[in-house]
């Protein structure tokens, strides 16, 4: 048990230690208006944070019955990290007195979010495996009162790629807000075109659905392993308000339409269906930008929906990051 609970903190260790490459040559400046940003070439950005990520897998109940929420015990984290141009690396580890959360079970994940913003481009790279979910006791009466109704068996796996240009890269800067190595000094927004891939799979070793909440779900008995395909292109809009130069309120939107190739399987059938299902994509940031210092919370999100049969609805995968973030800009000296 307690090499187990050794190697759970130390896989955060991993998944938050990402080394970003560019996409422009660091040695050219970037083509942009400077009284609406500017940037720091040969300039160090140091990061101390905390952070949550969250992956919910949603099945739909008939009628009016509640939905069963599946949740990984991810930890909170707390972290360093450094960004140099268009090259990024974060470490963090999640420590015990951050985590107290013992009653909602144990989940051996691997779980890396990598939110990433050359120049002209907002992309989202997501890998995630979960191993030991939970549902909130109001979510299902297997559970015992107060306590939640833990899975060791269910695995979460959720992959996906995603990229869209950023129309207005002169006036508007993704980085300032999100990884606080530009300074957004005028207010600016931009229209973003792109698409996306992604995969996603929820399985155990018996049914998904308990026998305590089978009313709810009458067709969806005994299934034990959904999945789904989509692939599908889409457009939004970004943009950062920014009050005195320094404070700043950015939050962008991205809407999708899928190709969705969903299958639901139990130990006897196993149902095809494909459709056309929406997506969605959000990004927000609040916070304190100069020269110097950045202090900002920030929030990446990505909703995918799918039908698959024997549900009355469609099913959904969300997958969440939210951060709080003091940053430093250290200028490197000329030689």
Not at 138 to 147: F, L, M, R, S, V
Not at 154 to 160: M, N, P, R, S, T
Not at 193 to 200: F, K, N
Request: aromatic share 14%; proline share 4%; hydrophobic share 40%.
């Amino acid at each position: 048990m307690k090499y187990n609970r050794f190697l759970f903190p130390l896989s955060i260790i991993f998944c938050n230690s990402l080394i970003i490459p560019s996409f422009a040559k660091a040695q050219k400046p970037l083509d942009h208006d400077t009284i609406y940003y500017v940037t720091y070439p040969r300039t160090i950005v140091g990061r101390f944070y905390f952070s949550k990520k969250y992956a919910t897998f949603i099945l739909p109940a008939a009628n009016d019955g509640q939905n069963l929420k599946y949740r990984p015990n991810t930890l909170l984290t707390m972290g360093i990290g450094a960004t140099y141009n268009n090259l990024t690396l974060n470490l963090a580890y999640g420590f015990g007195f951050l985590n107290n959360d013992e009653n909602k079970g144990k989940t051996k994940s691997i779980d890396l979010q990598a939110h990433l913003f050359p120049h002209k481009w907002a992309m989202d790279i997501i890998a995630i495996r979960h191993k030991g979910i939970y549902s909130d006791p109001e979510n299902n009466d297997a559970a015992k009162p107060g306590n939640y109704y833990y899975r060791p068996d269910i695995q979460q796996l959720f992959v996906g790629l995603s990229g869209y240009r950023v129309l207005n890269p002169q006036r508007f800067s993704f980085n300032a807000a999100m990884t606080q190595n530009e300074w957004q000094k005028k207010s600016a927004g931009s229209l973003m075109v792109g698409g996306l891939v992604y995969y996603g799979q929820i399985k155990g070793d018996s049914s998904l659905v308990s026998k305590e909440v089978e009313n709810s779900f009458p067709n969806a008995a005994g299934i034990d392993n959904v999945n789904f395909f989509s692939v599908g292109i889409g457009g939004g809009y970004a943009y950062t308000l920014v009050v005195a130069k320094h404070f700043y309120l950015t939050g962008s939107l991205i809407a999708n339409l899928n190709a969705d190739f969903s299958a639901v399987e139990n130990m006897t059938d196993k149902k095809n269906k494909t459709g056309i299902k929406p997506s969605t994509i959000y990004k927000a940031a609040i916070g304190y930008n100069s020269d110097s210092w950045d202090i900002s919370a920030n929030w990446a999100a990505n909703d995918l929906w799918a039908r698959g049969n024997y549900f009355s609805d469609d099913f959904s995968v969300s997958a969440e990051n939210y951060l709080l973030i003091v940053s430093k800009k250290i200028a490197l000296r000329k030689h």
